[in-house]
């Protein structure tokens, strides 16, 4: 466990969840067995785990990694997600970026900053992980229905191309998406255009 703990970095003084420590030996097996793997995941940790629960019997892990390795977590990710899906019997396995999000100034936080940047407000980061939840598949079409009770239900088209990859996943995407933001959303795929 002690060479697992290094592919989880936490702030000082924050113990591991149960989640976080065996997705670590997870990822440190996979970097000690696995041949084509073992150069990519070198270099790479996470900063957290947690399991979410899509049905009644069938959950699945979300793991966070820094922003700043995102993009070498996706070169990989079609391969380590497989992996990892194997070496957890079955749940879904989603890889999403670290993002934080600032307050908008207002009269009780006005302190000499700088401006916010758009990619740390709250709408950039809900996409940004919208597009984190899904990624290998691209969404090709978005559409914010308000339904007569006052909800909001965000419904989200995903690539075509993909659908006999991620149609399985589909209810999984939905409860990350849900969990993470608070957010109803729908994902389907549009009808073939003839």
Do not use: C, W
């Not at 995102?70 to 990892?84: A, M, N, S, T």
């Not at 990624?135 to 090709?140: H, K, L, N």
């Amino acid at each position: 466990m002690a060479a697992a703990r290094k592919k989880i970095v936490k702030p000082a003084g924050q113990l591991l969840n149960s989640t976080e420590k065996v997705v670590a030996q997870a990822l440190y097996d996979l970097e000690v067995h696995s041949a084509d793997l073992k150069s990519e995941l070198r270099d790479l940790h996470f900063v957290g785990a947690q399991e979410v629960e899509v049905t009644s019997s069938k959950k699945s892990i979300v793991i966070f990694v820094p922003y700043t390795l995102l993009k070498k977590y996706h070169k990989i990710q079609h391969r380590l997600v497989r992996e990892l899906e194997k070496k957890f019997s079955g749940k879904n396995v989603v890889i999403i970026g670290q993002r934080r999000i600032l307050k908008k100034p207002g009269p009780n936080n006005r302190v000499k900053q700088q401006r916010r940047p758009r990619s740390r407000t709250l709408t950039a980061v809900h996409d940004a992980v919208l597009e984190d939840v899904v990624y290998p598949t691209e969404i090709t079409g978005k559409r914010l229905r308000f339904k007569l009770d006052g909800t909001k239900v965000l419904k989200v088209f995903l690539d075509r191309k993909d659908q006999q990859q991620v149609e399985h996943k589909l209810d999984t995407f939905t409860k990350v998406y849900k969990q993470l933001t608070g957010k109803e959303v729908q994902f389907s795929f549009p009808a073939a255009q003839e």
